[in-house]
């Protein structure tokens, strides 16, 4: 995998650039497919997690049914149904939050990688797992699974976007305060005193 990204790393620099950024939406892409065909097939990573809401809502239903005089054969078919209804919303929750997460960790792996620091990668990541899942809950609001889609992959280019405005701000603030508290103290950036 490392020497994969090193030549399109390699193929990117020696255009001028200086960092891949064109090459790492490209294999992002791939990955937001990957996670809405997961949304396709209902694939949730977290089984565990929709069996016990299944489970749980089942008991309770069915404790719920038996206490107020209702027939033992139809209190199971009522809990059933809703049983499979609390499993499929903790499936959409549980592939609402795979995708957006996906996207984040390979933002962060990204900028380690290429030599950021441990905040602008995680600056990076925090504004590409807010922008992913705001834009694929509206994209999915409007336009349904195919909007999850397009709304998760704008949402990322958008939010990491973002975040990495505010951090190059938050670092150009701090090479100001350092370049100016300089002069203001009498210390030359050189090391010496201006004395």
Known sequence: MRRFVCCFAEESRSEG???????????KVPLCWLSCFAYFLNASPAIRLVEQAKYK???SALQSALAQGMA?????????????AAGKEKSCQ???????LFAAVWDTFEVLYYGGSFLEASMQASGTLCGTWL???????????VGYL??????SWVGSRLALMVYDIGKAG??????????????????????
């Open 17 to 27: 650039d200086g960092h891949p950024t064109s090459i790492k939406e490209e294999c």
């Open 57 to 59: 809502a089942y008991d």
């Open 72 to 84: 033992r054969k139809e209190a199971e078919r009522h809990s059933q149904k809703l049983a499979q």
């Open 94 to 100: 549980a592939r609402r939050i795979s995708g957006p």
């Open 135 to 145: 834009g694929a809950l509206e994209g999915e609001k409007r336009m349904g699974r």
């Open 150 to 155: 397009v709304g998760g992959q704008i949402g």
């Open 174 to 195: 701090q090479l100001l305060v350092s370049e100016m508290s300089g002069p203001l103290f009498g210390i030359d950036n050189n090391g010496g005193d201006e004395l």
